[in-house]
């Protein structure tokens, strides 16, 4: 791989993360492609792309021109054949299996010199990589949520990931306009294991019965943090939320302290997922 042969970026899924990378890749002026096989999602993605853009031009943060120009960049498809790029950002189900063999097309479609980011956000990097024809082109590239706004990305490096591959990844994220944080393979890597307490405590709290969602959120808003964990949690996704908080379990060996709460349990049982469904521990 040479450095700043990236051109061309594919973003695998097109929900909450996905549909945020590939927005962000556009602005910073890659040819961007956002693959989901659900045209819906597609649709959704493109709809919530371009409002995004709308308001940005709106604040007078970017003008009609480079709205214009970024929406030129992105083309969607829910065809896997389209599937071709310099480096895939795969922002698909978190289901290690699923990954593997979406890993496993894009490798067979494209080159040997593509880099393969998974955007993760507690698998392991190292399994999914396991199998995958020139394995040191796999690392996580994990972003936050909302993609398009938040400037920190997680850069996770398996046994074999190359160093001209963590460089080039590196100088993606900072064209980008954030900051890449290189992290070795490990459950949850950074942000996540350490924000796990953030949703599990609140969680456990709220199972007593003595104080509800919303007082909950209010007391940690007041405490200084931006947003309470009953609306991260619901702008994240319950199942998302819900599977980092087993994988995470399951890794360090069942520990207490990582056990799922039976709140995030029957959140995704019932499909209130948060604000993707419509509904979670609020309603939107
Ligand atoms: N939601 C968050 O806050 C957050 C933050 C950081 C990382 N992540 C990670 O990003 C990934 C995606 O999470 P999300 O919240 O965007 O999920 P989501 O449920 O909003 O979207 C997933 C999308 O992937 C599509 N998809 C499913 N299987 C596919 C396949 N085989 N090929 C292509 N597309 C497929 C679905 O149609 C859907 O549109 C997960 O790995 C998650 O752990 C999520």
Not at 171 to 177: K, W
């Amino acid at each position: 791989m040479q450095q700043n042969s990236i051109q061309r970026i594919l973003v695998c899924g097109a929900g909450t993360m996905g549909s945020g990378i590939a927005e962000t890749a556009a602005r910073a002026g890659f040819e961007t492609i956002l693959y989901d096989p659900a045209a819906a999602a597609l649709t959704r993605a493109k709809e919530a792309i371009t409002s995004n853009l709308t308001q940005l031009v709106s604040k007078e943060k970017i003008t009609v021109e480079e709205k214009t120009a970024t929406l030129a960049r992105l083309q969607f498809h829910n065809q896997i054949e389209a599937c071709k790029a310099d480096l895939v950002i795969e922002a698909i189900v978190e289901k290690t299996d699923v990954k593997q063999a979406l890993f496993a097309q894009l490798a067979a479609l494209n080159g040997p010199h593509t880099i393969l980011a998974s955007n993760t956000s507690s698998l392991s990097l190292t399994e999914i990589a396991a199998d995958v024809d020139h394995k040191e082109r796999v690392c996580g590239l994990h972003f936050f949520n909302p993609a398009q706004v938040m400037k920190l990305v997680e850069l996770v490096y398996t046994p074999w990931t190359s160093e001209t591959v963590l460089q080039s990844a590196t100088e993606v994220v900072e064209r980008m306009g954030k900051t890449a944080v290189v992290c070795k393979d490990a459950p949850g890597f950074i942000v996540n294991r350490v924000a796990r307490h953030f949703y599990l405590e609140p969680l456990r709290i709220a199972a007593l019965g003595t104080m509800d969602y919303a007082l909950l959120d209010q007391v940690m808003e007041n405490a200084g943090f931006r947003m309470g964990p009953f609306k991260l949690m619901d702008l994240i996704g319950n199942d998302i939320n819900l599977a980092v908080t087993k994988s995470l379990y399951e890794a360090f060996g069942k520990p207490e302290r990582f056990r799922p709460s039976p709140l995030q349990e029957e959140k995704v049982a019932k499909g209130t997922l948060g604000r993707k469904t419509g509904e979670g521990y609020f309603t939107y």
